[in-house]
């Protein structure tokens, strides 16, 4: 029987609030949404394909244009899958430089992600507040890496660059100003009357709706799932390392875990920067053939990379699966369906930071 609705809406793929490209249909009866389908297919850059052949220092390059808001994540997690297969253990003073590199670009993802959220519920004031200490995040990033977005940072067995004492002061300070300001800029989430309105009740993912959607990261966290594959990893359990966990499942809940995490990614570079030993930064190693599956937490939730290598280090086969696809599903098929009212309908997408650019790849 052919369903009757009042209206299909269609918003996007060229929206005001997008970051990139996507089209998301909505049935609707009145102003209440009563499903909603996500249509993909204007990016795919067909990335996989490239790698395939390639030496792994080639695609050391590739897999940081997966995604240009989480690149040092991309290129972090395909080095260590390439140390996994090769038997290679990263220098110990490199380990804590990845972790600083890799909180500072979680820090740039989520203030872009809470800055799209605020413009998207017409919040601009506190949106270009966001977008601004993001700079000081990128201005850090360069600093240690020598470039803003494409790092290739990370190598086997280490990093390229060691960091100098007078960048370590210079991230010190920078922290400091950031965990002033941010602190300011939550407040005003947290208490400001419109913001609830569009955010408290609205988009709500149950924890049981988001374990059958498979949602990931900060999505998942904010209905009570405290899931964080760096509880996992060995340097951040070095430093202490708790998953932000809120249960109001809702818009508010997405934007508040990101908020937690910009601390909490505060926190442990400072940890980092007290703990991490003198020492070389490269520990040196071959790579080697192999095929082996490596998960890592990027700012959006679980990223994996399924690796297979030759005997000179060349990439046969390669898969990459990315968080957003599993939290776009969460979104399109739990979220939406029911809203309330059409107008909801972007800040609740966006509120579960979509990364398209990650998932057409």
């Given at each position: 029987m052919?369903?009757?609705?009042?209206?299909?809406?269609?918003?996007?793929?060229?929206?005001?609030?997008w970051?990139?490209?996507?089209?998301?249909?909505?049935?609707?009866?009145g102003?209440?949404?009563?499903?909603?389908?996500?249509?993909?297919?204007?990016?795919?850059?067909?990335?996989?394909?490239?790698m395939?052949?390639?030496?792994?220092?080639?695609?050391?390059?590739?897999?940081?244009?997966?995604?240009?808001?989480?690149?040092?994540?991309?290129?972090?997690?395909?080095?260590?899958?390439?140390?996994?297969?090769?038997?290679?253990?990263?220098?110990?003073?490199?380990?804590f430089?990845?972790?600083?590199?890799?909180?500072?670009?979680?820090?740039?993802?989520?203030?872009?992600?809470?800055?799209s959220?605020?413009?998207?519920?017409?919040?601009e004031?506190?949106?270009?507040?966001?977008?601004?200490?993001?700079?000081?995040?990128?201005?850090?990033?360069?600093?240690?890496?020598?470039?803003?977005?494409?790092?290739?940072?990370?190598?086997?067995?280490?990093?390229?660059?060691?960091?100098?004492?007078?960048?370590?002061a210079?991230?010190?300070?920078?922290?400091?100003?950031?965990?002033?300001?941010?602190?300011?800029?939550?407040?005003?989430?947290?208490?400001?009357?419109?913001?609830?309105?569009?955010?408290?009740?609205?988009?709500v993912?149950?924890?049981?709706?988001?374990?059958?959607?498979?949602?990931?990261?900060?999505?998942?966290?904010?209905?009570?799932?405290?899931?964080?594959?760096?509880?996992?990893?060995?340097?951040?359990?070095?430093?202490?390392?708790?998953?932000?966990?809120?249960?109001?499942?809702d818009?508010?809940?997405?934007?508040?875990?990101?908020?937690g995490?910009?601390?909490?990614?505060?926190?442990?570079?400072?940890?980092?920067?007290?703990?991490?030993?003198?020492?070389?930064?490269?520990?040196?190693?071959?790579?080697?053939?192999?095929?082996?599956?490596?998960?890592?937490?990027?700012?959006?939730?679980?990223?994996?990379?399924?690796?297979?290598?030759?005997?000179?280090?060349?990439?046969?086969?390669i898969?990459?699966q990315t968080?957003?696809?599993?939290?776009?599903?969460?979104?399109a098929?739990?979220?939406?369906?029911?809203?309330?009212?059409?107008?909801?309908?972007?800040?609740?997408?966006?509120?579960?930071?979509?990364?398209?650019?990650c998932?057409?790849?």
């Amino acid at each position: 029987m052919k369903k009757t609705v009042d209206v299909a809406v269609p918003i996007g793929p060229v929206h005001p609030c997008w970051k990139e490209p996507i089209r998301i249909k909505c049935a609707t009866k009145g102003e209440q949404v009563l499903s909603a389908e996500v249509e993909l297919g204007y990016m795919k850059k067909g990335i996989e394909r490239i790698m395939r052949g390639r030496p792994w220092q080639e695609v050391m390059f590739l897999a940081e244009r997966v995604c240009g808001i989480c690149s040092v994540v991309h290129n972090m997690v395909f080095i260590e899958t390439m140390e996994a297969i090769s038997g290679i253990e990263p220098a110990e003073r490199a380990a804590f430089l990845r972790v600083i590199v890799n909180e500072l670009d979680r820090m740039q993802s989520h203030l872009i992600a809470n800055f799209s959220y605020c413009y998207t519920i017409e919040h601009e004031t506190l949106a270009m507040y966001l977008l601004n200490e993001r700079e000081h995040v990128m201005d850090l990033i360069e600093r240690i890496t020598g470039n803003r977005v494409n790092t290739a940072y990370m190598i086997p067995g280490g990093v390229r660059y060691d960091l100098r004492p007078e960048d370590a002061a210079a991230v010190q300070e920078t922290l400091d100003l950031l965990e002033a300001n941010i602190t300011r800029y939550m407040g005003i989430f947290e208490d400001g009357p419109m913001i609830a309105l569009r955010s408290r009740g609205v988009g709500v993912l149950t924890k049981e709706d988001a374990l059958r959607a498979h949602a990931v990261g900060p999505t998942a966290r904010a209905s009570g799932i405290s899931t964080d594959l760096r509880s996992q990893h060995p340097t951040y359990r070095k430093l202490g390392f708790e998953p932000v966990v809120r249960t109001e499942c809702d818009n508010y809940a997405r934007i508040m875990v990101r908020f937690g995490e910009l601390f909490q990614s505060i926190g442990l570079i400072r940890k980092a920067l007290a703990m991490m030993p003198e020492g070389p930064v490269r520990s040196g190693g071959i790579c080697k053939g192999g095929e082996t599956r490596y998960s890592g937490e990027a700012p959006r939730g679980e990223l994996t990379y399924v690796v297979k290598a030759d005997r000179y280090g060349r990439v046969e086969e390669i898969a990459i699966q990315t968080p957003s696809i599993m939290n776009i599903d969460a979104c399109a098929h739990y979220m939406l369906k029911g809203a309330l009212s059409i107008a909801d309908v972007t800040a609740t997408f966006i509120s579960s930071d979509p990364c398209v650019a990650c998932t057409e790849r």
